[in-house]
């Protein structure tokens, strides 16, 4: 385990720490005046990899080949000019910062982090975070790269990830479908409504542009069910009508060896290291589509809770019979911001058939497929 301490003076400004990947989620704007929950589990971080935060170039004052050296293919809005590497931790696991509330940024209901770090060191008043609560955004704590220095822990022993058996058999799946809270009042009516998860919409944001440079321009069928849910339509809204399909499957550790045929497979990405399932055999040939661990197993392995005659007070893992959870009011839709910010890093997105599919979504939006 790790803490993180101040560049300025060394003083500790976290709680012991183990890594674990970066969520699929972590830059996700949901909804209108959601009140999104943290994004990090407590005691743990995960690290950005790219540049992100301001300040931010528009496009247009990007040269490509830079563009291209840092792995972006396409156009985008902007770039980040931020220092690479910047550490997500939950709000609660932080120390010895204070808050400077005059930073706020452009934020609505909250603090956004628009201005940039808003959190200073107690002790030297080193800017070293950024804390972001506003509406519609997952609450966390950005650590600057170049402001904190990572330490290990006395007395913590290094431990090895999970197995891909062990994180099937100790890990729950993620509900499709999760109660989402607003800052509505008790005046207002409900504080919530039930939709489909924002953690759903992101990994499959990020899953469907995948899909698409696996297509090579031909269609793509996906297992019926939940899965054909959330990824059948915007396949079908994207690519081109035709004769030679591709057909993706599911795969992954406890599931029987996917069939020879299979020209893309949805595996799981291992939520500590990162790193996806790898196919053996004849699938290793197939494309490798990532999917959150928790969307993949509940994809995986659905597994119902049926009603059951009971005498007694009912255990906790039997179904009442209080109403179900309401479906939402409107079919899935992929997150767009996290299909984009996918899919432009994709070498495939610099051919001409999967360019003109990115460039025109602006009239594709029409479908209501993100």
């Not at 799946?173 to 800052?183: D, H, N, S, V």
């Not at 597994?303 to 959870?325: C, I, S, Y």
Request: aromatic share 8%; hydrophobic share 40%; net charge negative.
């Amino acid at each position: 385990m790790f803490v993180f301490v101040c560049a300025g003076c060394g003083a500790e400004l976290t709680a012991p720490l183990s890594r674990v990947h970066l969520p699929a989620h972590a830059h996700q704007r949901y909804g209108n005046g959601a009140q999104l929950p943290v994004l990090m589990q407590s005691g743990t971080y995960a690290v950005e990899p790219e540049p992100w935060g301001p300040p931010w170039r528009k496009w247009e004052e990007v040269d490509p080949d830079e563009a291209a050296a840092r792995g972006v293919y396409a156009p985008l809005h902007a770039l980040s000019d931020g220092a690479p590497g910047a550490i997500v931790i939950a709000p609660g696991d932080v120390r010895g910062t204070l808050l400077i509330p005059e930073e706020r940024g452009g934020a609505c209901c909250g603090i956004d982090g628009a201005d940039g770090p808003n959190m200073a060191c107690e002790v030297c008043g080193l800017l070293v975070a950024t804390r972001i609560d506003d509406c519609s955004l997952w609450q966390a704590v950005w650590l600057a790269p170049n402001a904190v220095h990572r330490l290990p822990v006395e007395g913590t022993a290094t431990t090895e990830p999970l197995s891909w058996k062990e994180l099937t058999e100790q890990t729950e799946g993620m509900a499709p479908l999760e109660p989402i809270a607003t800052w509505a009042g008790p005046w207002s009516g409900s504080s919530h409504y039930w939709s489909w998860s924002p953690r759903w919409e992101a990994a499959a944001g990020r899953a469907l542009a995948h899909l698409l440079a696996a297509s090579e321009g031909h269609p793509v069928t996906v297992p019926n069910g939940l899965t054909e849910e959330v990824f059948q339509r915007a396949l079908d809204a994207l690519l081109p009508a035709g004769v030679q399909e591709r057909h993706a499957v599911l795969a992954g550790p406890g599931l029987p060896a996917p069939d020879p045929g299979a020209d893309i497979l949805l595996v799981p990405v291992h939520p500590q290291t990162g790193q996806t399932w790898p196919p053996a055999g004849p699938a290793t040939s197939a494309y490798p589509v990532p999917l959150e661990f928790g969307v993949w197993l509940w994809l995986a392995f659905p597994t119902p809770h049926l009603p059951a005659p009971m005498a007694g007070r009912v255990p906790e893992d039997v179904l009442r019979d209080e109403p179900l959870p309401p479906r939402p009011g409107h079919l899935f839709r992929a997150d767009r911001k996290t299909f984009l910010h996918t899919v432009v890093r994709l070498p495939e997105v610099r051919s001409s058939w999967i360019r003109e599919i990115v460039e025109d979504l602006s009239e594709r939006r029409r479908l209501d497929i993100f």
